[in-house]
């Protein structure tokens, strides 16, 4: 370093300004506080006590300045490595979120084109079960009474013999009695069809509700695994965190244990982080 290089070059002329360009420096700083405290041990020595104690006043100086300097850089130091973390994990979180808000997005996709494929299908064969219901059932015609057929051999009994206002007669009794068990068959045919088709639809029901179940099974499960791995990962965070919180604050008790201001007794150079930022960053 030129202020140490220069051939008889007095220490007591660096300035706190020349400190500071030193700044980036540990080892050239700690040289030169070296050969100033050498220097006030050789005035002192020399009798010279006034250049040594002005050698001790600029040493106090200096120590000061450094160790705020150091303090401010250690400080800096370790505010980029917890907000280091900070991002990496607000970065971390926001990709779990997009991952696993992309996985709810897909499974409720499929689960809409399961019920829709479902719900179509049951559509269709409840129009082809209906069909043949229709066509199926029995009795698929009248059953007629005894009643209604013996109108109708008396009807033509009566037309053969001519006798065709009695004729006329019982065949409006005959309508009469056959459009009553017409009816009766129609309706019961009716309810029995509503009956089998009631049927047909539960069937359908419960297999629509069984895909319902496994959907929300499947929902259930998937929101399971989402708070799981959000847990993991918040608990990867607490750790590195606190790792990071615990590593600093020995590098900060080393500091305060070992101030530059204590004279040449403390540590040859000052701690560091055994885990500065990229260190947090990768075990994050």
């Known amino acids: 370093m030129s202020y140490l290089a220069a051939d008889g070059a007095n220490p007591m002329d660096v300035s706190v300004e020349d400190m500071a360009e030193m700044a980036g420096e540990d080892a050239p700083i700690q040289d030169f506080l070296d050969v100033l405290e050498r220097h006030r041990i050789e005035c002192e020595r020399s009798g010279k006590y006034e250049e040594a104690e002005l050698a001790r006043t600029r040493l106090e100086q200096l120590r000061r300045h450094e160790e705020s300097r150091r303090r401010e850089e250690l400080r800096s130091q370790q505010l980029a490595e917890r907000l280091g973390v900070e991002e990496a994990h607000m970065t971390e979180l926001q990709e779990f979120n997009e991952i696993w808000d992309r996985k709810a997005a897909e499974f409720e996709a499929h689960a809409a084109t399961l019920q829709n494929t479902l719900a179509a299908r049951h559509q269709a064969e409840h129009q082809e079960h209906l069909e043949r219901l229709r066509r199926e059932t029995e009795p698929r015609t009248p059953r007629w009474s005894k009643d209604l057929l013996n109108l109708r051999r008396i009807q033509e009994i009566l037309a053969k013999q001519k006798k065709y206002a009695e004729a006329e ?16 068959w129609k309706k019961k045919r009716e309810e029995k069809i509503e009956s089998l088709e009631k049927q047909f639809l539960h069937k359908q029901q419960l297999e ?33 965190k606190s790792q990071l919180e615990s590593q600093q604050k020995i590098i900060q008790q080393r500091v305060e244990r070992f101030p530059l201001t204590s004279g040449p007794q403390r540590p040859e150079s000052r701690p560091e982080s055994r885990s500065g930022r990229g260190g947090a960053l990768n075990q994050f």
């Not at 007669?169 to 009766?184: F, G, M, N, P, Y």
């Not at 496994?214 to 993991?232: C, D, M």
């Open 169 to 184: 007669k019982t065949k409006l009794q005959a309508d009469r009695v056959e459009s009553e068990e017409h009816r009766a």
């Open 208 to 240: 629509m509700g069984g895909l319902l179940k496994r959907i929300q099974s499947g929902r259930e499960e998937q929101k399971q695994a989402r708070k799981g791995e959000l847990e993991r990962l918040l608990q990867r965070y607490q750790n590195v």
